[in-house]
């Protein structure tokens, strides 16, 4: 879908990127700084890259050893960023129907009633940017790139300045978008719990240089990445498939793909529904005989695969469970278990620490 070679220089930062991605939605990880919003621009076409090329669905946006550099509103790229930019004296619609009038009997196939339904917008139209809160004004900014007919979406943070109530709101609305409309999205963001939900395809950047890119699942496994991939944070993804829900516990059985079960709290959800799940490396704990008798609820039966030292006295972990799952412990548990590559281990990991990616 896109093919990126860059490099760039700016002051003393230096970025090199080297990305091929295809459709679905890639998210672009990073620490403040790291040059994400930079990489965007230059697909953007709104900062030159010092050389490389750029693609995107088959055509050459950059190349600098052809000469090519196709100006910003011809790239067709819809683009959001962290801070709503709508104009103030449109209304909601003329806000949304701006980029079709631009190119005036162009049909686009994204249609204007499916946008304002999925992002919850119908009410909205007539209202002024100054009258919406921000997660609405975020709302409308990610309806108008929709609605400009983009050949790929940016979308650079576009939940930093919401609080965590709208956060939750607009999330799962953005699932909806890559499921609804099949636009290639380029997500920027330095939340893990963001990516982990949303992203087929991750990029880690520091610094300016790429760390790697992915699968999410994979590279969420990958114990040398864990710096890079939510450090404290980092956790596995885990796809399972709802098997069960008992109404009177909120309770909800899960399969993977290899037939582990797993137990999580949470809202009824619809049998054989798929679910992507998140376990954070901090929450899963490590014994090395079968636990009786206790509250926790997930214990896989696995071995440990890998093993790396981690920040100041953790020991971080790669067992296969029956699928891969990372978990942290401290040194000297791991010293006191006598704990080595291929040990039979049980893992545990409490039910409430779960969270639906
Ligand atoms: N015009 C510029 N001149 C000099 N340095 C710049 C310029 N624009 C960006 N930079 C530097 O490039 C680096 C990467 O910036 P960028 O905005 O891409 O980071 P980011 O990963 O998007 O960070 P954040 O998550 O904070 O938005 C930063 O060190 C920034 O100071």
Known sequence: MFDIRVKKSLGRFHLSADIKAEAGLTALFGPSGAGKTL??????????????????????????????????HQRHIGFVFQEHRLFPHYSVRGNLTYGNGRRAGKATPVSFEKVADILGLAALLDREPA?????????????????????????DEPLSSLDDARKREILPLIEALKSEFDIPTLYISHSIEEITRLADTLLLLDNGAMKAVGPTADILTRLDLIPYAGGYDAGTLIAATVTAYEPAHHMLTLETAGGGKLYITGGAKEIGSSARLRIRARDVALSKTEPKSMSILNRFKGRLVDHCSGAEGMEELLLDVGFPLTARITRKSFEDMKLTKDTPVWALVKAVTISRA
């Open 39 to 72: 990489l965007a621009k230059m697909l953007a076409g709104l900062v030159t890259p010092d050389e490389g090329h750029i693609e995107l669905a088959g055509r050459t946006l950059f190349s600098s050893a052809k000469n090519i550099n196709i100006p910003v």
């Open 131 to 155: 009258s919406l809160s921000g997660g609405e004004r975020q709302r409308v900014a990610i309806g108008r790139a929709l609605l400009s007919n983009p050949k790929i979406l940016i979308l």
